[in-house]
T-cell receptor, first 113, second 114 residues
Framework: DQQVKQNSPSLSVQEGRISILNCDYT??????FLWYKKYPAEGPTFLIS?????DKNEDGRFTVFLNKSAKHLSLHIVPSQPGDSAVYFC????????????FGSGTQLTVLP | KAGVTQTPRYLIKTRGQQVTLSCSPI?????VSWYQQTPGQGLQFLFE???????NKGNFPGRFSGRQFSNSRSEMNVSTLELGDSALYLC?????????????FGPGTRLTVT
């Protein structure tokens, strides 16, 4: 039973445009959400996070939106750059087990020059 | 500040053998978590250690174990290796204090079981 789902295995976007990556979750106990980026042969790199008490968090070109009622979060990258091409994972954690992350299956983002 | 380091980076073992993987966290980080990444199951949580104590454990058999030393370095051990244990094993460290839940991952150890 996948508690965190990323339904799009891949996404292609033109350089300079917006990239929107989506993630859905089913466990109501999750209250902290994170996005990671992963290049081949490297470990995941932390990008941005959001607590369930917020609905938006921004960090430079990256913005994460959380819709608790829909159990949905999204990562917006504006503007997209070729160096953003990587696999993006969303992850979730319940407050009682803050470091026990449940990951989605990942979305391969390709930014075309 | 140096990142999370994992040794070895690559390992080939035979079914039935055991293996030990090592992880050194970022300086000042006292929490270490381990994850397994496979093409079929994705990234799955194995266990977390803080202050030399296992705090959380994922849904893995008892063949998977770990420990943490007083300097926060951690090891994980897999006994009686099976072909399905072939995976990328990732270690992540985090600062155990305040609201920060962000974990910082090492490059992983690629284990191949033949």
């Amino acid at each position: 039973d996948q508690q965190v789902k990323q339904n799009s295995p891949s996404l292609s976007v033109q350089e300079g445009r917006i990239s929107i990556l989506n993630c859905d979750y089913t466990n109501s106990m999750f209250d902290y959400f994170l996005w990671y980026k992963k290049y081949p042969a490297e470990g995941p790199t932390f990008l941005i996070s959001i607590s369930s008490i917020k609905d938006k968090n921004e960090d430079g070109r990256f913005t994460v939106f959380l819709n608790k009622s829909a159990k949905h979060l999204s990562l917006h990258i504006v503007p997209s750059q070729p160096g953003d091409s990587a696999v993006y994972f969303c992850a979730a954690s319940p407050s009682g087990s803050a470091r026990q992350l449940t990951f989605g299956s990942g979305t391969q983002l390709t930014v075309l020059p | 500040k140096a990142g999370v380091t994992q040794t070895p980076r690559y390992l080939i073992k035979t079914r039935g053998q055991q293996v030990t993987l090592s992880c050194s966290p970022i300086s000042g980080h006292r929490s270490v978590s381990w994850y397994q990444q496979t093409p079929g199951q994705g990234l799955q949580f194995l266990f977390e250690y803080f202050s030399e104590t296992q705090r959380n454990k994922g849904n893995f058999p008892g063949r998977f174990s770990g420990r943490q030393f007083s300097n926060s370095r951690s090891e994980m051990n897999v006994s009686t290796l099976e072909l399905g244990d072939s995976a990328l094993y990732l270690c992540a460290s985090s600062y155990h204090g305040g609201p920060s839940y962000e974990q910082y991952f090492g490059p992983g150890t690629r284990l191949t079981v033949t």
